[in-house]
């Protein structure tokens, strides 16, 4: 029988990198990538002419997309602003909305931000060694809180849940956090629809 790589256990995840010794690269988002998640368009646009560096990157083990299975991975958000807004994930809602999903804070400090469709939010500080638990119904945004490190968070959620990105790209999180002289702060969206 051949084994696939998520099933020759253990998969070693490296403690500085969080990453997995068989994973592989499944996303990554760049300023150029995320048009209009940001409250402040005109200096993510201005950040896309200059730079355009990776906010963030997933990797993954490339499990099967069944109800059996159960996807996992690394979920990585480098440091930084566009604004007062930290960088973030643009963030989804699964595809089969009522599926849950685990995060565990390997490295870094930050927050998942979270919402369902009947307008309950959720937020969660992230530190090191903390899991959230993410509900099912609940979309989901991992925001990087630190100035100087990388925030590197372990997923695992039903592997056929699939992800809605389309409904945060249309209307936005209620909320946003937004960085007021050092401290997070969470304040209404006003581009939310
Ligand atoms: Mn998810």
Redesign the pocket.
């Given at each position: 029988m051949k084994y696939q790589s998520y099933i020759e256990t253990p998969i070693k995840f490296d403690k500085k990198t969080g990453l997995g010794n068989c994973q592989t690269l499944a996303l990554e988002r760049r300023y150029s990538d995320m048009k209009s998640m940001y409250l402040d368009e005109e200096t993510r646009k201005k950040k896309e002419e200059q730079e355009n560096i990776v906010v963030y990157r997933f990797y993954d083990l490339g499990v099967p997309q069944k109800d059996s299975e159960l996807s996992f991975g690394t979920s990585i958000v480098y440091p930084g602003k566009v604004g007062k807004e930290y960088h973030m994930t643009n963030g989804?809602f699964?595809t089969i909305l009522n599926t849950a999903?685990i995060y565990y804070c390997q490295a870094g400090y930050g927050m998942m931000m979270m919402e369902n469709p009947e307008g309950e939010v959720l937020y969660k500080e992230m530190r090191p060694g903390e899991v959230i638990y993410?509900p099912g119904r609940f979309a989901?945004r991992s925001i990087n809180l630190s100035s100087t490190e990388t925030l590197i968070t372990f997923?695992t959620?039903r592997s056929d849940?699939g992800?809605d990105y389309g409904t945060i790209r249309e209307k936005g999180f209620r909320k946003i956090v937004v960085d007021n002289n050092g401290n997070w702060e969470i304040k209404d969206n006003p581009r939310w629809k």
């Open positions: 989804h699964h999903e993410v989901h997923f959620f849940a992800h």
